[in-house]
């Protein structure tokens, strides 16, 4: 089984509550962009730019959280050394999009995640460990090294398929196999459990 049916397995098994919170999830992701916006008294790109630089191995709920007392240390000038739930060099780097203005992030995975968050119609794909994991159909596999573009490609082509764009498969797949994997559920039994 390639990625793209593997991807589509996944999608053809989600429960009804990933498939509409999948739809979803980057335009609420948005919202508290603006907030962060807001805090900060910053552009709304540099918002944006602020989740994806907080959010590689961080939780998404304290990707959020971790935003917000970023945008809120910088109105205050400081203090800057926050604890958060991600690498502190990402923390200087969300302070850096503050402090100079510029949204420009390195990485093919924070531009795709805060393409997805500011455009609507955004035909990037976030590339996660989750998104490799169900592309693989593993729920632990470690991820080191991977080739992008080809995930990036197979997700596109799976929401093609189902006439959707990839950011709300990736995204509702990304929410089904973290509850899958929270919940134990093996790849093989997925249709059993919906």
Same mark, same amino acid.
């Given at each position: 089984?390639?990625?793209?049916? &593997?991807?589509?397995?996944?999608?053809?098994?989600?429960?009804?509550?990933?498939?509409?919170?999948?739809?979803?999830?980057?335009?609420?992701?948005?919202?508290?962009?603006? $907030?962060?916006?807001?805090?900060?008294?910053?552009?709304?790109?540099?918002?944006?730019?602020? *989740?994806?630089?907080?959010?590689?191995?961080?939780?998404?709920?304290?990707?959020? &959280?971790? #935003?917000?007392?970023?945008?809120? #240390?910088?109105?205050?000038?400081?203090?800057?050394?926050?604890?958060?739930?991600?690498?502190?060099?990402?923390?200087?780097?969300?302070?850096?999009? /503050?402090?100079?203005?510029?949204?420009?992030?390195?990485?093919?995975?924070?531009?795709?995640? #805060?393409?997805?968050? /500011?455009?609507?119609?955004?035909?990037?794909?976030?590339?996660?460990?989750? !998104?490799?994991?169900? !592309?693989?159909?593993?729920?632990?596999?470690?991820?080191?090294?991977?080739?992008?573009?080809?995930?990036?490609? !197979?997700?596109? $082509?799976?929401?093609?398929?189902?006439?959707? *764009?990839?950011?709300? *498969?990736? #995204?509702?797949?990304?929410?089904?196999?973290?509850?899958?994997? !929270? &919940?134990?559920?093996?790849?093989? &039994?997925?249709?059993?459990?919906?």
């Amino acid at each position: 089984m390639g990625y793209v049916n &593997q991807i589509l397995y996944v999608w053809e098994n989600a429960r009804p509550h990933n498939v509409s919170a999948g739809a979803e999830w980057y335009s609420t992701a948005r919202k508290y962009a603006e $907030k962060v916006a807001a805090i900060a008294e910053c552009s709304l790109p540099c918002a944006v730019s602020v *989740l994806s630089a907080l959010s590689p191995r961080n939780r998404w709920e304290r990707n959020v &959280q971790d #935003a917000y007392t970023v945008a809120a #240390a910088f109105r205050a000038g400081g203090p800057y050394n926050i604890k958060s739930g991600t690498f502190n060099s990402n923390v200087e780097k969300a302070f850096k999009v /503050l402090f100079t203005g510029n949204p420009e992030l390195p990485g093919e995975k924070v531009r795709a995640f #805060a393409d997805n968050i /500011l455009d609507p119609y955004s035909l990037r794909v976030t590339i996660d460990v989750w !998104a490799i994991r169900v !592309a693989n159909l593993a729920p632990d596999l470690n991820v080191a090294r991977f080739d992008y573009p080809t995930y990036e490609a !197979a997700y596109v $082509k799976a929401a093609e398929r189902v006439g959707i *764009l990839p950011k709300h *498969l990736q #995204a509702t797949t990304w929410l089904e196999m973290r509850g899958r994997v !929270a &919940q134990k559920v093996p790849m093989g &039994q997925l249709a059993l459990f919906n």
